[in-house]
């Protein structure tokens, strides 16, 4: 039998509906191979093999009495710890959540364990998804399985979903979910070379996922090509009633749509992410990336966000606010941990509790949060940034009365070894600015691998698309997959 570890979504699940495997079978070679990938990558929080045998037997079962089986049956998955899991630790990579243990599962995943699929685990992450390597997680990094050529420093696998990216780069899961509020789909799978989208503002229910920023938030796919990211998403997604921000529509059949065929289609490219002191190899990718769509039909048009400038700083003031406010509520009075120092009052647990709780990003914005929000600032920084918001938000919306798509890089540089901008927030913050525009304006935006750079490692390129196109974004991103005939693997080494 091949190794089932190769196979991807459509490909396990075909091959389970087809009995050329079992669903045990998959879920067995997959939990193998997480458990001896675990102590390099440190990819998983927690692993839960008898979940994904449990949820393997049940397509098996369903299978053998003829019943129908889901998109993603017989398909075990990682899930990131951001989504709450009933019975399974949830930790957000916080101690301030360690131990806690949902009553209730988040809507994102009870709809994939619908779909059929199992899980193998919660996946590691940047503490509360704030971050862009994974380095502000209380369990440890997660190590990309990748390595230069040249040497053998561990590499950031991108954050904050880098237990995500991690995972299905080292093919020990065949996709993973992530969550993106500032580029923390996209920007993981670009330095792993994997596919990453994450959908319009409100198509993925935000219920028992835990907030980090509210208005920008939002789950998606993370997996081996577009086409598996479609199954995905479409299992995913969906109106909620538990969240008031989901989208009352129809989830369209992403899958079947999928075309590569651009002809007709007009793709922009905006010039001011070209940026001054660009990295070459980030700007070739994007220009071959600009020739492969022209290739497969689109016709290229230049266009211009001219608010593209200001999106980051923005983003880092809307973000924080946000978080300073859904962060008030570890006290230590509902979840995890309470640090109850001997004669305490209220004030001083909560104080304790969150002293000790919170890891050094999470306290940092929450500082710079609540001083934005605070009542000498709020005009000067929040409702400042708010309306900078909209302005960002019209120049897409302008842009796409001439374009059906935008194309730009997804990262500024390939992966960065550990410790290389854990120093600098600043220089941290600055990997987010190709991500970050469609973010703050809510629209559906992918990445897909495009070819490795200088130092033999992956890029990303970014497809945006308008509201509600997800198929605009999945078919642009299938054009470019189909050109760029990304096959480089990490050499195994762990
Ligand atoms: N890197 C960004 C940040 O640190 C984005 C994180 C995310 O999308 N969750 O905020």
């Not at 799978?189 to 989208?197: D, N, V, Y």
């Not at 689109?298 to 211009?304: C, L």
């Not at 400038?309 to 309470?338: C, F, H, M, Q, W």
Request: proline share 6%; glycine share 10%.
């Amino acid at each position: 039998m091949t190794d089932l570890t190769n196979l991807g979504i459509a490909a396990l699940r075909d091959g389970v509906a087809k009995g050329d495997f079992t669903a045990t079978e998959v879920a067995t070679a997959f939990n193998a191979a997480v458990e001896a990938a675990q102590p390099a990558l440190n990819a998983f929080i927690v692993t839960t093999p008898d979940k994904a045998l449990e949820s393997a037997a049940k397509v098996d079962a369903d299978r053998a009495a003829g019943k129908a089986l889901g998109t993603m049956a017989g398909v075990p998955i990682g899930m990131k710890d951001l989504f709450a899991t009933k019975g399974t630790q949830t930790t957000a990579a916080s101690k301030i959540l360690e131990g806690f243990t949902p009553q209730y599962e988040s809507t994102v995943s009870q709809k994939l364990w619908d779909a059929g699929a199992g899980m193998l685990g919660k996946l590691n992450l940047d503490q509360f998804a704030m971050g862009s390597s994974n380095e502000t997680s209380a369990f440890g990094n997660v190590i990309s399985p990748w390595r230069r050529p040249s040497d053998t420093a561990p590499l950031a696998p991108g954050g904050s979903s880098g237990g995500s990216s991690s995972a299905v780069a080292a093919r020990i899961a065949p996709a993973a979910t992530g969550t993106d509020t500032g580029g923390s789909i996209r920007q993981p799978a670009a330095f792993t070379g994997i596919s990453g989208i994450k959908p319009t503002y409100g198509r993925c229910s935000r219920w028992g996922v835990v907030a980090f920023a509210s208005s920008l938030d939002q789950a998606g796919a993370m997996a081996r090509d577009v086409t598996d990211c479609a199954i995905m998403l479409e299992a995913m997604a969906g109106f909620d009633p538990k969240d008031s921000t989901s989208l009352n529509l129809p989830v369209p059949e992403w899958t079947a749509g999928l075309n590569a065929d651009m002809k007709g289609k007009k793709v922009g490219i905006p010039r001011e992410y070209r940026l001054d002191g660009m990295d070459p190899d980030v700007a070739k990718s994007w220009d071959d990336g600009i020739a492969w769509l022209k290739d497969a039909g689109a016709e290229i048009v230049e266009i211009s966000l001219p608010h593209t400038k200001y999106a980051l700083p923005t983003y880092y003031i809307i973000a924080p606010a946000e978080a300073s406010s859904n962060l008030a509520r570890y006290d230590g009075v509902r979840y995890g941990l309470r640090d109850l120092p001997d004669g305490a009052g209220l004030q001083d647990m909560y104080a304790a509790t969150r002293a000790a709780g919170f890891g050094p990003e999470v306290k940092r914005r929450i500082m710079i949060g609540t001083y934005v929000l605070s009542a000498g600032f709020y005009d000067a920084y929040y409702t400042q940034a708010q309306k900078v918001r909209t302005l960002i938000a019209r120049d897409f919306t302008e842009a796409f009365q001439q374009v059906d798509v935008i194309l730009v890089p997804t990262a500024p540089s390939s992966a960065f070894a550990l410790g290389e901008k854990s120093a600098d927030p600043l220089e941290m913050y600055l990997n987010d600015v190709f991500s970050v525009p469609a973010s703050l304006a809510g629209l559906p935006a992918m990445s897909v691998p495009a070819g490795l750079d200088r130092s033999g490692l992956p890029l990303g390129l970014q497809v945006i698309g308008k509201a509600f196109d997800e198929q605009g974004v999945l078919n642009a991103s299938l054009a470019l997959e189909q050109r760029a005939q990304f096959t480089a693997r990490p050499a195994k080494w762990w």
